[in-house]
């Protein structure tokens, strides 16, 4: 097979745990009116609130388990674990006979969540050719847009059945087994493996992704930075250390601005705030559909500039668009007595689906892009388990407290979009003083950046 097509190849099967990503949190969008049917919650938010959040809770954990095992056992096996537990909380959640047992099954795609978030764009890194890296890694992103897409599809196609939800959850159950069985027919990352002194298979997969030559330098880069570094393993220590700060900053700093932006307060609760313009709830949940095709559609965007035009330049763009999007959802609803129901109808869902535009080919795909090239090949699994970490503790709390203000002032006259566009400026001065430009460099010239600044 040609070179590039094994790499896509490879890159597409790890990225289905991307898939399976967006699908389990998107689901529960519209599985939820079904659930409160059959399981009488209609007077239980706090039911309805652990039924949603299980995943979060799960995906809270992930990284913990996947952190340390992901630097000993390799990138390969913990998305193996990761898929069987896939496997395990699809058919759960579908057969579900009780609450409590669909709550088990949500804290279990939540966690195997929570490991291929982190897991999933370090292995795609690092198989990929630094001229490819940053659409390879955005595969990922691809794949969770496509996932909730799907979730949308399947639930507006299912919504009028009591049962749907039974085969919505069904649903996950191939994308799932397609993980597990994909992962055991691609190889393991050549750099975890010359971490481990096992250099003579790391030569045999790098010969089979790169160029003879290329090959031979890109082993004996990565040989020498951890020789450099020394056998020592990556701890806490190393991962608040002053030579790593601005990678520390980068990873909590994107997710923070990613999250809250309030990308998931749209992606959990859009057919609610559809309800607002539109008096049908079928035409609010086709609404949602759009956010999904939006979704995929613009991320397929960022694959095609992030290696062409640069992380900067379009974190920077997206940042502005989400902003002036953000902006004119708020308008919508502060001045919705005097605008009239069409003019409204417009800010809303065009100010929505130009924030998913505009989000889609900055923030969401950097996040994971970014953990995945800034740390230091010693602790970059430990590190990319901690950025996804800071992903699911701030989305936590943005599922959380949208509802919260949504039954508030902020939420009656748009104010709640402000807040979010607050901090997406803030987020153009982490993008001009906190992020540097990746585009083009090797995962090794990045890494002798942070051993330079040691040095001083």
């Not at 959640?93 to 047992?101: D, K, L, M, Q, S």
């Not at 994308?175 to 975890?192: D, I, K």
């Not at 936590?396 to 997406?424: C, D, E, H, K, R």
């Amino acid at each position: 097979m040609n070179k590039n097509l094994l790499i896509y190849a490879i890159a597409a099967v790890a990225a289905t745990g991307g898939l399976l990503f967006g699908y389990d949190t998107g689901v529960i969008n519209v599985a939820l009116p079904s659930l409160k049917v059959k399981f009488h919650l209609e007077n239980s938010p706090d039911v309805v609130g652990w039924i949603v959040s299980a995943v979060l809770a799960g995906g809270m954990v992930g990284p913990f388990i996947s952190g340390p095992l992901t630097d000993l056992l390799g990138r390969k096996k913990i998305n193996i674990i990761a898929a069987i537990i896939f496997v395990i909380g699809s058919a759960l959640t579908a057969i579900a006979p009780t609450v409590a047992f669909l709550i088990v099954g949500r804290l279990c795609l939540g966690l195997a969540i929570g490991i291929v978030a982190s897991t999933v764009p370090l292995y795609i890194a690092e198989i990929a050719p630094s001229n490819k890296r940053g659409q390879l890694v955005t595969f990922f992103q691809f794949a969770i847009t496509l996932g909730i897409l799907l979730s949308y599809v399947v639930g507006y196609a299912l919504g009028d059945d009591p049962d749907g939800w039974r085969s919505m959850f069904w649903a996950g159950f191939v994308p799932a087994a397609v993980l597990l069985v994909g992962m055991f027919f691609v190889p393991e990352s050549p750099r975890w493996l010359i971490s481990k002194g096992r250099d003579a298979e790391a030569l045999a997969v790098l010969q089979r992704l790169r160029e003879p030559q290329q090959a031979q330098e890109e082993l004996n880069q990565t040989k020498y930075l951890i020789e450099n570094e020394g056998q020592e393993k990556g701890n806490w220590g190393e991962f608040f250390s002053k030579r790593l700060r601005i990678p520390l900053f980068i990873g909590v700093g994107i997710f923070f601005i990613q999250q809250f932006s309030g990308i998931n307060a749209i992606i959990y609760y859009s057919t609610d705030i559809f309800k607002t313009t539109f008096d049908s709830t079928k035409t609010a949940a086709l609404a949602t559909v759009g956010v999904g095709a939006v979704n995929a559609l613009s991320t397929m965007v960022a694959i095609f500039f992030l290696d062409r035009l640069g992380r900067k330049p379009l974190l920077y763009t997206g940042l502005i668009g989400t902003a002036l999007s953000l902006a004119t959802v708020g308008l919508g609803f502060l001045f919705r007595d005097s605008l009239g129901p069409e003019m409204q109808k417009i800010m809303l869902i065009g100010g929505v689906y130009t924030y998913i535009f505009f989000f889609a080919i900055s923030l969401g795909p950097l996040g994971w892009l970014l953990i995945s090239e800034v740390y230091p090949l010693k602790i970059r699994g430990f590190a990319s388990s901690m950025g996804s970490f800071n992903h699911w503790f701030f989305d936590f709390w943005v599922a959380f407290t949208f509802p919260l203000m949504q039954a508030s002032a902020l939420g009656s006259n748009g104010g709640i979009f402000f807040v979010y566009m607050s901090v997406v400026l803030g987020g153009l001065l982490f993008a001009k003083y906190i992020v540097f430009e990746t585009k083009g460099l090797t995962l090794e010239q990045i890494e002798a950046r942070w051993e330079k600044s040691n040095d001083k």
